[in-house]
């Protein structure tokens, strides 16, 4: 069905403070929670802001997450074409038999015995940070090496590749390329990953990309095509957004220091307070993207099928309905109910690990960085709020 973009709001909407949504989605949240909004594209999906309607969109099975349906949102140019075959942008039964042969690599029994090599991995940082001295850029000396160094030692990918790997994550997922530059550096990327993939085959190896080559490949369980996007995804997003919840979450305590001197008090705080910096933050700013496969009602409002959906976590994160006192940084409040890593069968696959990590570093920065401060003011740190996950590019410390 034509809509006219007539006055219809643009998003994504720019923030007006460093960790709060837009005033403009809190204001629809209150206001209109079901409401067109417009595309640079000229399309115009529904974005669904509170809570409620946010989980019942991301549990429903009359809801598709596959972009290439008519009708599907396109936040932004890169995902036209950074998204075919990826795990999240799959339905039944095709998401649930890929992810079916992933999850015993990612279930939390087995990530929680990564832990003694995650510790090994942010005390090596630390001590470098520490040799090196202040001030540094927190987000080159430890919130991306943390992850990338993570991510690398399970999927079974080269660490020296790094700078490889990060430039990647910029460009598919820092909102400035172009569809057809996307378009380029992802076959260059795909076959990067398809020749560490025929690696693995015929030499296997003890990670997660070479248990499903060596086994799912192998077996004709897997294609090889749909292990090179699934491998390739998870690379990128394994490390970036992890290392987006490390350098903004040391910002917000920062920024609230009551609440920093509450977890140095009681480190048994750590656990809840990573749960409430995934809610505070809601790095996946720009929305889950969803698609209608029938007439539904959501909120009271009639969305027909093949219309596009944007639920928008970063409201639903602060509806006051669901989370007293939403916009306050409360590291007591252990709000695992959040939907920071989704919900439903598109829940984030590498949740525990994220949570392993996130735990790890933040214990650490909190025992052996006891006098911990910005270098300047929070205004110098380099945000990025135009990438479709937030995240920062500079953060300045000292101690």
């Known amino acids: 069905m034509s809509v006219s973009t007539g006055d219809l709001p643009a998003f994504p909407m720019s923030r007006e403070r460093w960790f709060d949504p837009p005033k403009a989605m809190m204001q629809l949240m209150a206001e209109e929670p079901v409401s067109r909004v417009r595309l640079w594209n000229g399309q115009t999906p529904w974005l669904v802001t509170r809570y409620d309607d946010v989980k019942a969109i991301l549990a429903s099975r009359t809801i598709s997450s596959d972009l290439s349906r008519e009708g599907a949102p396109i936040v932004d140019p890169a995902l036209i074409e950074f998204n075919e075959g990826i795990l999240s942008h799959l339905d039944p039964p095709e998401h649930d038999e890929l992810r079916r042969m992933l999850a015993p690599e990612f279930m939390v029994k087995r990530i929680e015995r990564l832990r003694p090599a995650v510790e090994a991995i942010v005390q090596g940082r630390v001590d470098a940070m520490l040799a090196i001295g202040p001030p540094l850029n927190l987000v080159d000396a430890l919130a991306v090496p943390v992850p990338m160094m993570v991510t690398c030692d399970l999927l079974g990918v080269p660490y020296e590749d790094r700078a490889y790997f990060a430039s990647l994550a910029t460009s598919f997922l820092g909102g400035r390329n172009d569809p057809e530059e996307t378009a380029r550096l992802v076959a260059e990327y795909h076959g990067y990953i398809a020749r560490l993939i025929d690696d693995k085959v015929t030499s296997p190896t003890d990670d997660v990309i070479g248990y499903m080559a060596s086994v799912h490949v192998a077996n004709g369980s897997c294609s090889r095509e749909a292990l090179i996007v699934l491998a390739g995804l998870l690379v990128i997003a394994g490390f970036d957004t992890t290392a987006s919840v490390i350098s903004l979450g040391v910002l917000a305590l920062l920024d609230n220091p009551e609440q920093m001197e509450l977890l140095r008090k009681d480190l048994d705080l750590v656990p809840s307070a990573v749960e409430e910096l995934l809610r505070f933050l809601s790095i996946t700013h720009r929305g889950l993207h969803r698609v209608a496969t029938e007439d539904i009602e959501v909120g009271g409002q009639l969305i027909r099928a093949g219309e596009g959906i944007i639920a928008a976590v970063n409201t639903a994160n602060r509806d006051a309905a669901a989370f007293p006192d939403p916009d306050s940084l409360d590291v007591r409040r252990n709000p695992r109910h959040h939907v920071a890593l989704g919900h439903g069968i598109h829940q984030c ?34 945000l990025k709020d135009e990438a479709i996950v937030y995240g920062a590019r500079r953060v300045m410390v000292g101690w």
């Open 349 to 382: 696959l590498g949740a525990a690990l994220a949570r392993l990590e996130l735990r790890v570093v933040f214990t650490a920065i909190l025992e052996q960085f006891p006098n911990l401060h910005l270098v300047g003011d929070i205004t110098a740190a380099d």
